[in-house]
């Protein structure tokens, strides 16, 4: 199993640019997020979803979109990118259930200019 | 609502002496407890959790952390550390109800000298 994967590793944008983040999973995991990390503040929920076609807002939603239309991939969309998004987004999953550990992704540097 | 704190931004301890992160926590309800471990330039590995029963939690490597509800604490330990211990350490905290959201600290740095 690959396990998570996420796409690309590191991107360059201007502000104002748009771009995908891309995440996939392959162990059938129902339960998918999106976090960012940022020096001093640990991690922080952008957005999750439970299962395929359903998703919700995490901590800091804003200026990010997501979908989950199929049960392996969950796309981050930024639609204007701002400075203040450079950071290092991390995409993880899980089986489901409060107690379940989750498997992280190895993580996309994004530095907006 | 939910928070996790990490007092401690880094923990210098020499290799072969015990090690302490500490960690406490504030949810409403009953917790999930989790530590993840982080590498330079790698995802978060997960490294241990509190669901229920023995406060006492054994991990990976060798690391074990234990619940302490009257103190909101979950402090994680390991008896004798190595120099391949340093890296990123993260307390997260889950509700049992309510939404999967899962809190996060901040880290803590953990750096062991030979």
């Known amino acids: 199993n690959a396990g998570v994967t996420q796409t690309p590793k590191f991107q360059v944008l201007k502000t104002g640019q748009s771009m995908t983040l891309q995440c996939a999973q392959d162990?059938?995991?129902?339960?998918m997020s999106w976090y960012r990390q940022d020096p001093g503040m640990g991690l922080r929920l952008i957005h999750y979803?439970?299962?395929?076609?359903?998703?919700d807002q995490g901590e800091v939603p804003n200026g990010y979109n997501v979908s989950r239309s199929t049960t392996e991939d969950f796309p981050l969309r930024l639609l204007s990118a701002a400075p203040s998004q450079t950071s290092v987004y991390f995409c993880?999953?899980?089986?489901?259930?409060?107690?379940?550990?989750?498997?992280f992704g190895p993580g996309t540097r994004l530095l907006v200019l | 609502a939910q928070s996790v704190a990490q007092p401690e931004d880094q923990v210098n301890v020499a290799e072969g002496n015990p090690l302490t992160v500490k960690c406490t926590y504030s949810?409403?309800?009953?917790?999930?407890l989790f530590w993840y471990v982080q590498y330079p330039n790698r995802g978060l590995q997960f490294l241990l959790k509190?669901?229920?029963?023995?406060?006492l939690v054994k991990g990976s490597y060798g690391f074990e952390a234990e619940f302490n509800k009257s103190q909101t604490s979950f402090h994680l330990k390991k008896p004798s550390a190595l120099v391949s211990d340093s890296a990123l350490y993260f307390c997260?905290?889950?509700?049992?109800?309510?939404?999967?959201?899962?809190?996060f600290g901040a880290g803590t740095r953990l750096f062991v000298k030979a």
């Open positions: 993880a999953s899980s089986s489901g259930g409060w107690g379940e550990t989750q498997y």
């Open positions: 162990m059938n995991h129902e339960y």
């Open positions: 979803s439970v299962g395929a076609g359903i998703t």
């Open positions: 949810v409403s309800g009953n917790p999930y």
């Open positions: 509190y669901i229920t029963g023995d406060n």
């Open positions: 997260a905290v889950r509700r049992n109800t309510g939404g999967f959201k899962t809190i």
